[in-house]
């Protein structure tokens, strides 16, 4: 069975360029949740997602966007890429939008 | 919002030794505190949880202590191994969403064997 699979693994991005991450969860698992890791630092939440619908979202900017298709995948778009958002982007899911939640192994994105 | 705070940053113990981590957290409507173990360039993974309504929780040679009123629980490892040695992160949600968790910046475990 295969769990949380994130792509792309890693890539380079140049300042103002824009960005979209995907994430296929779990079979079964209808919760997604983002969260940005940057180095030296624990996971920070950015958007969680349930059903297709937002059902939250952290303290970052507008420019950070995300949506979940009906097959229950997502995707993550960043656009006028920073240097400082450089950093493990995570993706987590859940049968539910309770307990249970398994991360992918991340996109690694580096801005230059 | 919530606010996590782990401490140590850092821990180094001998192999066969306990390992002790903290964590403190500041919304009182926290009730689910889980523990990632994060190894170089992987993803995290569960290692332990617990919920309010209980105290304490043990799986093996890992156990979780809570104290709601203090607001802080624990991450309790004997027996340590060398395989051990990672970063370990707490992690509190509020309500039963640990969807929307807020971790701790981690604790870097080294087990010297």
């Known amino acids: 069975d295969a769990g949380v699979t994130q792509s792309p693994t890693h890539l380079i991005k140049t300042r103002g360029q824009q960005v979209t991450l995907r994430c296929s969860p779990i079979?079964?698992?209808?919760?997604v949740s983002w969260y940005q890791q940057v180095l030296g630092q624990g996971p920070q939440f950015i958007f969680q997602?349930?059903?297709?619908?937002?059902?939250g979202r952290g303290n970052f900017p507008d420019r950070f966007s995300a949506r979940q298709f009906p097959n229950y995948s997502s995707e993550l778009n960043v656009n006028a890429l920073l240097l400082g958002d450089s950093a493990l982007y995570l993706c987590?899911?859940?049968?539910?939008?309770?307990?249970?939640?398994?991360f992918g192994s991340g996109t690694r994105l580096t801005v230059v | 919002g919530e606010n996590v705070e782990q401490h140590p940053s850092t821990l180094s113990v001998q192999e066969g030794d306990s390992a002790v981590i903290k964590c403190t957290y500041s919304?009182?409507?926290?009730?689910?505190f889980p523990w990632y173990k994060q190894e170089l360039g992987k993803r995290p993974q569960l290692i332990i949880d617990?919920?309010?309504?209980?105290g304490e929780k043990k799986d093996q040679r890992i156990a979780v202590t809570l104290n709601k009123t203090a607001k802080h629980f624990s991450l309790h490892i004997t027996e340590t191994q060398p395989e051990d040695s990672a970063v370990y992160f707490c992690?509190?949600?509020?309500?039963?969403?640990?969807?929307?968790?807020?971790f701790g910046d981690g604790t870097t475990l080294t087990v010297k064997p």
């Open positions: 992690a509190a949600s509020i309500g039963t969403n640990a969807g929307k968790s807020t």
């Open positions: 997602y349930y059903e297709k619908e937002e059902r």
């Open positions: 987590a899911s859940s049968p539910h939008r309770g307990y249970g939640y398994t």
């Open positions: 079979s079964g698992h209808k919760s």
């Open positions: 919304d009182s409507a926290s009730n689910y």
């Open positions: 617990i919920r309010s309504n209980v």
